[in-house]
């Protein structure tokens, strides 16, 4: 019985002992090769400080206020199709 206990012992030792060389050399290589380089400008994308929004045709803001007495603002965009959508709204609790 002390045989077998030894070598159940045993296996599970070295299954743990591997498993974590295994995870640190992972580590170690991950640690080595560093942070990617970053792209050259072109790759990258546009910068959004470049970027140009034309708020003028927003819709105008209008407020609500809520139970509790505080004004929420909204825009109001409206749609030019009679067709009705139906679905849950968040927070409703239906």
Do not use: W
Not at 3 to 8: F, H
Not at 23 to 46: C, N, W
Not at 54 to 67: C, N, Q
Not at 76 to 81: A, F, G, K, L, M
């Amino acid at each position: 019985m002390k045989k077998l206990i030894a070598k159940v012992f045993k296996f599970a030792f070295s299954f743990v002992l591997i498993s974590a060389v295994i995870y640190f050399v992972i580590v170690a290589v991950l640690m080595l090769t560093g942070k990617p380089k970053k792209p050259d400008l072109a790759q990258r994308g546009p910068a959004f400080d470049e970027l140009f929004f034309d708020y003028s045709s927003l819709p105008e803001l209008k407020s609500f206020t809520a139970r509790d007495g505080t004004q929420l603002a909204y825009r109001h965009y409206s749609v030019e199709s009679d067709k009705i959508a139906r679905g849950n709204a968040h927070g409703l609790g239906c």
